[in-house]
Structure formats: C-alpha cells, structure tokens
C-alpha cells in the first residue's frame, strides 16, 4: 500500500476533478488518515470473509461494491482477488500489470508492461502512467503525521527497532534484538512491531511490541533519532519520511523492495550499502540471517548520527 500512494498522488495530479475510491482492508484505512488525493475509502472486510459466516458478510459486500460503477478500475495488487473486486465494481474499465499473477490479467481491459525487477513503486508508476499520469523526478508519498503514544516521553533520543515479519526468515532473532539493544545503551532502543515471542529486554530496552496502533507507530518513525527494520510494510513507512533508516534484507532483493529511498541505508549479506549504490554494485543473491556478529557494524554506522545525550551520562 505504501508503494502505491506515489501513483494514486501522480493520478490525482493528472485528473484533479477525478473522484479516487481506494478499496482498502480495514486495518489499513488508517494509512489514508488525512490524504487528499483519496476521495473514498471503500474496506474490504477480508476477516469477515472467512469460514461459515463468509456468505453473509459477503453477499451485502458485493452489493455495495456493485454501486461504485467507476469509470476506470486499476489493479494495483495484481491478484486473481483484486481484479476481481475490479470485475465485481462494474467498471468500464479495468487496468492491470503484466506481473499480476494468478490468472488475474484475463480480466484486463489494458495491461501496463512493467519490469519485474524494478522496484514496487516503478512498476505501480507505469500502472498510473497507463491511466494517464505524468511521472516526474519530484514524486508524492503521503503520509499521516501519526498519534503519540500516551505515557511515552519523546525525549531522550532513541533508536526505533522493528525486527518482525511475516516471514520468519526474514526477522531478527531474540538474541540479535538483545545484542542491538546492550550495543546501544545508555540510548534508548524502541522494539516495536507484532510477534508472540518473549523478549529479554536490557534496562536501555522500551519494549512496546503489541502495543502500538498504526498511526502511533508512525509517530514513533517520524520522531526517532534513527530507525533499524527488517524488510517489512514499517520500513517502507519509514523511507517515505526520513533516511536515516537501515533495512535488512536477509533473503530479499533491495532493488524491488527495498526502501525508496537514495539517502537510506541497507544490510544485506555482511554490508551495508546506501541505496543509490545499489545499481552500481553486484550483490549476491543468496543471502543469509542478520547475526550478532553483525551488530558492531551498524553501531558504527548509527552511533555518530545518534550521539550518547549527556542526560543519560
């Protein structure tokens, strides 16, 4: 989703009198919080649309989604679902990618052929370029300012660390998340993120997973001094509003879905790369787990910028 608000920007630019519906699971609605390139928000309630009570959630769904009738669909997903919620809009027509998967283009009216190795956003460009947008240097990503969290002072400096995915491979291990957090004290390091898993948190360790909402997460991103992130939907939040990120890739390529960022930063097997270096250098593409070996690295990296404050000394 945060790889697409740069091509709805981009549409609303080439049509400002258009009416823009985005079709958008619930939880993710607060994302558009305040974004005036979206006219509407139409959910698609996909936990409702599960087991026995599917039908029925489903039938009065469809009913109200049979009244948008646009006059263009764009399936930003690629999917055999999204194009069908496109199909079920009765829109005049429905544009697609020539990635989409799952027999998904069948149902296009018009297929914008991208390249499958550029980035998420590239490739959601040319969807837009398709439907009519100018695609500049200068590009829009939106993004709320986010709530603040109650009971959490903002001051001393501190250090935001995501390191949860849905892919476990791609999170970082208690043992490295304790290792990030003593390498950094007396700083602050804020774990935030969704996971069942029991930390051991050092005394400099803010231990706030689970207990986030979307928006207070992106205040925290928006007020940290820097911001660590397994690949996953936060980092991307975070390259669209500071660089003084660094994601780590463990089996992922940093060219399609890392940060959209040149000024951020990436881990991937043993280096540490910013990310308008990434076209000028070969990166193997086996890669392999973020270790504790790896933290003095990043220490190095992130201490100058985030420098001990002499209230913590």
Not at 12 to 33: F, G, K, Q, S, Y
Not at 89 to 113: I, N, P, T
Not at 230 to 252: K, Y
Not at 284 to 300: L, N, Q, S, T
Request: with cysteine; hydrophobic share 40%; charged share 25%.
């Amino acid at each position: 989703m945060v790889h697409t608000l740069p091509a709805v920007a981009a549409l609303r630019d080439a049509h400002p009198r258009a009416e823009i519906t985005w079709v958008i699971n619930p939880e993710w609605a607060p994302l558009l919080r305040g974004n005036q390139d979206v006219n509407h928000v139409h959910i698609f309630p996909r936990g409702e649309l599960r087991g026995l009570g599917a039908p029925r959630s489903l039938l009065p769904w469809l009913k109200l989604t049979k009244q948008l009738r646009p006059e263009l669909a764009l399936d930003f997903q690629g999917l055999l679902r999204s194009a069908l919620i496109g199909k079920a809009s009765r829109a005049r027509q429905l544009y697609g990618m020539s990635d989409a998967r799952e027999g998904s283009r069948l149902f296009y009216h018009r297929v914008a052929k991208v390249n499958r190795r550029q980035h998420a956003v590239e490739r959601y460009l040319k969807l837009a370029e398709s439907a009519g947008a100018a695609v500049g240097d200068a590009l829009r990503c939106p993004i709320p300012s986010g709530d603040p969290l109650p009971r959490f002072d903002e001051y001393p400096p501190f250090i935001l660390l995501h390191p949860f995915a849905r892919g476990g491979s791609k999170s970082l291990s208690n043992a490295v998340i304790e290792a990030i957090c003593r390498a950094f004290a007396p700083t602050r390091v804020v774990v935030v993120g969704k996971s069942t898993r029991k930390i051991n948190t050092p005394e400099n360790c803010v231990e706030l997973t689970n207990q986030t909402s979307l928006l207070q997460l992106i205040r925290l991103i928006r007020v940290a001094s820097f911001i660590i992130s397994v690949d996953s939907g936060p980092m991307h939040i975070a390259a669209a509003v500071t660089d003084r990120l660094l994601s780590i890739h463990t089996w992922t390529d940093p060219r399609r879905v890392g940060p959209y960022n040149p000024d951020a930063r990436i881990w991937k097997n043993g280096k540490i790369l910013q990310v308008s270096e990434l076209e000028s250098i070969k990166l193997r593409k086996r890669g392999r787990r973020f270790k504790a070996r790896d933290v003095p690295a990043i220490v190095e990296l992130i201490r100058p910028l985030v420098p001990i404050d002499p209230m913590l000394v």
